[in-house]
C-alpha cells in the first residue's frame, strides 16, 4: 500500500505525512502556490511562493529541480490551486509532485511552524546550481 493517497493522477498526503517529509530533509521542494499577500501573511516555514498564475512561467519551472520531491499547497481543502499545480507540474516534467490537500489552514489549526517573510531569499536558494 502506497504511502500517498491517490486521485486521478495527483498524489495527496495527509498533514503527518507532509510533517514527517520535512522532518526528513531529503532536499524537499514545498512551494506555496497561493498570492503574495497570502504568503507573506504565514505560509509553511521553508516554502518558497510562486503563485499558480505564475507557476507555468519558464523562469519559475527552471528554478525548481524535476529530481526533488515538491510538495505544493494552497488555502485549505476546498482550494483546488494546489491539485492545478500539480498537474500543471506533472505535465511539465516533474514526476515526483505531492498535494498537501489540508493547506496553509490545516497546518496553521494544527500548530505547525509558520513564517511571514518574503520569498526571494527562499526563491533563490531553490534555484542555486547544486
Do not use: Q
Not at 52 to 69: Q, R, V
Amino acid at each position: 500500500m502506497s504511502l500517498f493517497a491517490e486521485s486521478a493522477s495527483v498524489k495527496f498526503i495527509s498533514l503527518d505525512e507532509f510533517r514527517k517529509l520535512i522532518e526528513a530533509n531529503d532536499g524537499l521542494v514545498i512551494v506555496d502556490v497561493l498570492g503574495r499577500e497570502s504568503y507573506k501573511n504565514a505560509h509553511v516555514k521553508g516554502a518558497v511562493n510562486i503563485p499558480l498564475a505564475e507557476l507555468g512561467e519558464e523562469t519559475n519551472l527552471k528554478s525548481l529541480k524535476k529530481y526533488k520531491t515538491i510538495v505544493v499547497y494552497c488555502a485549505h481543502s476546498r482550494c483546488h490551486a494546489s491539485v492545478n499545480a500539480a498537474e500543471l507540474l506533472m505535465k511539465s516534467g516533474f514526476s515526483n509532485v505531492l498535494d498537501f490537500k489540508g493547506g496553509i489552514k490545516e497546518w496553521t489549526e494544527a500548530g505547525m511552524p509558520v513564517d511571514s517573510s518574503s520569498s526571494e531569499d527562499e526563491k533563490k536558494s531553490c534555484s542555486k546550481k547544486e
